[in-house]
């Protein structure tokens, strides 16, 4: 029973972090997308050709450079980084679940889950 | 076209996918990629960009309310993000080097398939042969609430067939940038007899980690642009809340008719600009 209760109080706890992610990106995108809209006099980009790396927020450095000039674009990137982050604090919180209940073989299947998505992330298989 | 214009017609649209993604549970990342290819001219990896953005966030959104339930199976679903990350990331290797036109082939093909899933009966019997060998370590089997609020026990079976499967719908995931969950829940309810209730639920929760594991990689790639995914995630995001909320009042059966004819127009259509190489 007390086990039961364990596992109830992590469910709530991995609901609160995926919902707090999910408003606080929202919330952020708004905000960048409100400055983009109104800084923003030019005509719409050109999306029909694919500009790849000219794109110039695809880097967290380029992005921080960004926000500290309150740049519209790299608010939103920003916010699409957190929103990102989400399901993967959702695994970090989730490990320190199964550690509560010393579910030792679930820690380590939720660490394997988590070196696969930062392995895609610092590979930078680049196109 | 201004920038504020074309930012509330995407906006707009986005929301429409949003809210009929949600009532038909089709999901909403599914029609994103067409709309904005098809009826905008977006370059296909521009729209595929967007839609994983807004796939994390309908998917999380929805897993945050289903966890509390105590419905998804959260080690079970642990378990297969290994097989579907590890597809997500060969997904988005194997997107730089396929052609865009040959992406939108395979993108018409798997939306036909997930409009047939969507109308297949899923009245498999749920298994309860208790799993044996290693694989019983795992864990799996486990209970769910029904309706009535009674503990229903299931087991897994064919746990190395589901596997596979969810290897398939991480790939797909990580070359088309959409959620896959019709080919998750085909995994869970399909092969490996979990109930449809904790198939669903489980699969909601996978998406947005499958989801970040090939975003992490679009990024790095220049696939995410703001100026799209400000419309897009927000547009998903505001009509999957809207349709949560309205349904249980909705005539889910006849949008799902309608949902899933607009879906297979969409398909031809993206077939048929890919043999033309137009996309």
Same mark, same amino acid.
């Given at each position: 029973? @007390?086990?039961s209760?364990?596992?109830?109080?992590?469910?709530?706890?991995?609901g @609160?972090?995926l919902? !707090?992610?999910?408003?606080?990106?929202?919330?952020?995108i708004?905000?960048?997308?409100?400055?983009?809209?109104?800084?923003?006099? =030019? @005509?719409?980009?050109?999306?029909?050709? &694919?500009?790849?790396l000219?794109?110039? &927020?695809?880097?967290? =450095?380029?992005?921080i450079?960004?926000? $500290?000039?309150?740049?519209?674009?790299?608010? %939103?990137?920003?916010?699409?980084?957190?929103?990102?982050?989400?399901?993967?604090?959702r695994?970090?919180?989730?490990?320190?679940?199964?550690?509560?209940e $010393?579910?030792?073989?679930?820690v !380590?299947?939720?660490?394997?889950?988590?070196?696969?998505i930062?392995?895609s #992330?610092?590979?930078?298989?680049?196109? | 076209?201004?920038?504020?214009? &074309?930012?509330?017609?995407?906006?707009?649209?986005s929301?429409l996918?949003?809210?009929l993604?949600?009532?038909?549970?089709?999901?909403?990342?599914?029609?994103?990629?067409?709309?904005?290819?098809?009826?905008?001219?977006?370059?296909?990896?521009?729209?595929?960009g967007?839609?994983?953005?807004?796939v994390?966030?309908?998917?999380?959104?929805?897993?945050s309310?289903?966890v $509390?339930?105590?419905i998804? +199976?959260?080690?079970?679903?642990?378990?297969?993000?290994?097989?579907?990350?590890?597809?997500?990331?060969?997904?988005?290797?194997?997107?730089?080097?396929?052609?865009?036109?040959? %992406?939108? %082939?395979?993108?018409?093909?798997?939306?036909? !398939?997930? #409009?047939?899933?969507?109308?297949?009966?899923? =009245?498999?019997?749920? /298994?309860?042969?208790?799993?044996?060998?290693w694989? =019983?370590?795992?864990?799996?089997?486990? +209970?769910?609430?029904?309706?009535q609020?009674? +503990?229903?026990?299931?087991?897994?079976q064919?746990?190395?067939?589901g596997?596979?499967?969810?290897?398939?719908?991480?790939?797909?995931?990580?070359?088309?940038?959409?959620? /896959?969950?019709?080919?998750?829940?085909?995994?869970?309810? +399909? %092969?490996?007899?979990?109930?449809?209730?904790? /198939?669903?639920?489980?699969?909601?929760?996978?998406?947005?980690?499958?989801?970040?594991? /090939?975003?992490?990689?679009?990024?790095?790639?220049?696939?995410?642009?703001?100026?799209l995914?400000l419309?897009?995630?927000?547009?998903?995001?505001?009509g999957?809340?809207?349709g949560?909320?309205?349904?249980?009042?909705?005539?889910? $059966?006849?949008?799902?008719?309608?949902?899933? &004819?607009?879906?297979?127009?969409?398909?031809?259509?993206?077939m048929?600009?890919? !043999? #033309?190489?137009?996309?």
């Open positions: 029973m @007390n086990n209760w364990q596992e109830k109080d992590i469910e709530t706890m991995l @609160n972090v919902r !707090f992610g999910v408003i606080l990106a929202s919330a952020v708004l905000i960048g997308g409100i400055m983009y809209l109104t800084h923003h006099n =030019s @005509n719409t980009p050109n999306y029909t050709t &694919f500009h790849g000219q794109q110039p &927020f695809h880097s967290l =450095s380029a992005i450079d960004g926000l $500290k000039i309150l740049q519209g674009e790299a608010i %939103i990137q920003f916010g699409v980084l957190l929103l990102i982050a989400t399901p993967i604090a695994i970090v919180f989730s490990i320190v679940g199964f550690l509560r $010393k579910d030792m073989l679930y !380590f299947i939720s660490l394997i889950v988590l070196a696969i930062f392995a #992330a610092t590979l930078g298989i680049r196109g | 076209m201004s920038i504020q214009i &074309f930012t509330l017609i995407i906006f707009a649209g929301m996918a949003g809210l993604g949600s009532l038909t549970g089709l999901g909403g990342g599914i029609v994103i990629i067409p709309m904005l290819s098809i009826a905008f001219g977006v370059d296909i990896r521009y729209a595929i967007a839609s994983i953005v807004a994390i966030a309908t998917s999380s959104g929805a897993a309310a289903y $509390k339930e105590g998804a +199976n959260m080690r079970l679903g642990m378990f297969l993000e290994i097989a579907t990350t590890i597809g997500a990331v060969v997904g988005a290797f194997l997107a730089v080097y396929a052609p865009t036109n040959l %992406i939108a %082939i395979i993108f018409g093909v798997i939306l036909l !398939f997930s #409009a047939f899933f969507s109308f297949r009966n899923h =009245s498999f019997s749920v /298994s309860n042969i208790p799993v044996r060998g694989i =019983s370590h795992l864990k799996l089997a486990s +209970n769910y609430p029904d309706s609020g009674n +503990n229903i026990d299931y087991s897994v064919n746990v190395a067939g596997f596979i499967m969810m290897w398939i719908a991480g790939i797909l995931s990580g070359l088309l940038g959409i959620g /896959s969950g019709a080919f998750k829940v085909l995994a869970m309810d +399909n %092969i490996m007899r979990i109930p449809f209730k904790v /198939s669903t639920t489980t699969s909601n929760f996978m998406i947005g980690v499958t989801a970040s594991a /090939s975003a992490v990689a679009y990024f790095q790639r220049g696939y995410i642009d703001p100026g995914c419309p897009v995630t927000l547009g998903v995001l505001a999957a809340y809207f949560s909320r309205i349904l249980t009042k909705a005539p889910t $059966k006849g949008l799902r008719i309608i949902f899933a &004819f607009v879906i297979v127009i969409l398909a031809i259509e993206m048929y600009n890919g !043999f #033309a190489h137009r996309l």
